[in-house]
């Protein structure tokens, strides 16, 4: 079974996912041992990527996984640089809520010349950008305007617009430390009209949140920031 397929059937079957992402330029693999044992013991997958990150810390970093736990190592990544091999799958994202070819079209592109000879599972992932209450670094970087809250309509549209084109997963993304994660009426209604898993993530950073997400049709939900500063609320 693919990686894909494994989300597909977790979906299917309403077995909630839960992938911990960590930014490998944030991240001491000397705290690496410790990281993994204090892991919720609901973590499906580790997700790697982050907006910018220094040439070579992604591949270090997903070794370094590779090496302590058995859990999926699903790439994340900001642009084409961050691509390792070493890892098992690759979100293949496009961000289909903006309207900047360079994270449309190019980045994907430029990465060709790194996966094509890679055994990395490649997963066609539309990325949707939600307005989080605060410019978050996937903005400021990706030079796009998210989409507002209030405007469920176009999220719904992206969504399937998304559908459409083939992507075969939907992650609707606050940004990280987002203000305000996506909201439940947002999760459910693109949930609702999508027939492929939802991911979602963005400022959640307590149990109550992540349950939240999960009620709203959330397939499978991403926390970096709250894990990696110890601040998760049980
Ligand atoms: C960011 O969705 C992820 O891409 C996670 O966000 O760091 O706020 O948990 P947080």
């Known amino acids: 079974q693919s990686y894909l397929e494994e989300i597909q059937q977790a979906a299917y079957e309403n077995r909630k996912l839960l992938a911990v992402l960590v930014d490998p330029d944030k991240f001491d693999e000397n705290s690496i041992s410790e990281f993994i044992q204090n892991l919720p013991k609901e973590t499906t997958h580790i997700f790697v990527g982050g907006s910018t990150v220094e040439e070579g810390r992604t591949c270090a970093v997903v070794k370094a996984f590779k090496n302590l736990c058995g859990l999926p190592i699903i790439l994340f990544p ?61 903005q400021k970087v990706s030079n796009t305007v998210p989409l507002a809250q209030s405007n469920l309509q176009q999220i719904v549209n992206t969504a399937l617009a998304g559908q459409y084109s083939g992507k075969k997963l939907i992650y609707l993304e606050a940004g990280s430390g987002a203000n305000n994660p996506v909201s439940s009426e947002i999760i459910s209604s693109v949930k609702n009209e999508l027939n492929i898993p939802v991911i979602v993530g963005g400022g959640i950073r307590s149990t109550q949140q992540l349950l939240e997400a999960y009620n709203a049709g959330a397939d499978l939900v991403v926390i970096g920031t709250a894990f990696e500063n110890g601040s998760f609320q049980q």
């Open 78 to 138: 900001g642009d084409h640089s961050q691509i390792s091999s070493h890892a098992d799958a690759l979100l293949f994202l496009s961000l289909i809520s903006g309207r900047n070819p360079e994270f449309l079209i190019e980045q994907q592109v430029r990465s060709v010349k790194k996966i094509r000879n890679t055994s990395l599972e490649i997963i066609p992932t539309g990325y949707i950008l939600i307005d989080g209450g605060r410019e978050t670094s996937v």
